[in-house]
T-cell receptor
């Protein structure tokens, strides 16, 4: 257990509405990641962060933005949700010494 | 494009069988990870390998750097091993970004 929580765990929203998902960690790790997981695809990186206010895009960043104003929180925002963003979203941290990623419990998002 | 291929996609076994899941990748890597995802979604890291072999309980992971191939073995399989097993590779960037395979769904019947 790497002390990672995600909120909300489940969300149903309508097309066009903004949605923010939160990832919170308790261990002060520098690297944090947002992934989405869809049937027929592996986990795909949306955005990642390497420190407070330091973020970069991943493979599938279109339609998503992120912010990291504190070490412990990494927020993922869908500015205007679309049905193609229906997915399970996972946050992860990387423990520097082990170079292993630890995952949060996931958020199931349904965009109607 | 850097790709990670897993085989088989689906695997059904009888309790007690020896199981092998394979992972191949296209270019040189700094490390390879095996992860497990149980129904209900939680993802757990099992191993990180950069060479050789690692063992934890009934799980054994091997990697052949020259052949760009890794295997995950489960000895004396049990229904509680039923899960999706995911291979992921780190191509060596400082950010630690991983490329994931699509997973192998294992079902172990009693």
């Amino acid at each position: 257990d790497a002390g990672i929580t995600q909120s909300p765990r489940h969300k149903v929203t309508e097309t066009g509405t903004p949605v923010t998902l939160r990832c919170h960690q308790t261990e002060n790790h520098r690297y944090m990641y947002w992934y989405r997981q869809d049937p027929g695809h592996g986990l795909r990186l949306i955005h990642y962060s390497y420190g407070v206010k330091d973020t970069d895009k991943g493979e599938v960043s279109d339609g998503y933005s992120v912010s990291r104003s504190k070490t412990e929180d990494f927020l993922l925002t869908l500015e205007s949700a679309t049905s193609s963003q229906t997915s399970v979203y996972f946050c992860a941290i990387r423990r520097q010494i082990e170079e292993t990623q630890y995952f949060g419990p996931g958020t199931r998002l349904l965009v109607l | 494009k850097n790709e990670v291929e897993q085989s088989p996609q689906n695997l059904t076994a009888q309790e007690g069988e020896f199981i092998t899941i394979n992972c191949s990748y296209s270019v040189g890597i700094s490390a390879l990870h095996w992860l497990q995802q149980h129904p209900g979604g939680g993802i757990v890291s099992l191993f990180m390998l950069s060479s050789g072999k690692k063992k934890h309980g009934r799980l054994i992971a091997t990697i052949n750097i020259q052949e760009k191939h890794s295997s995950l073995h489960i000895t004396a399989s049990h229904p509680r091993d039923s899960a999706v097993y995911i291979c992921a590779v780190d191509y060596g960037g400082s950010q630690g970004n991983l490329i994931f395979g699509k997973g192998t769904k294992l079902s172990v019947k009693p």
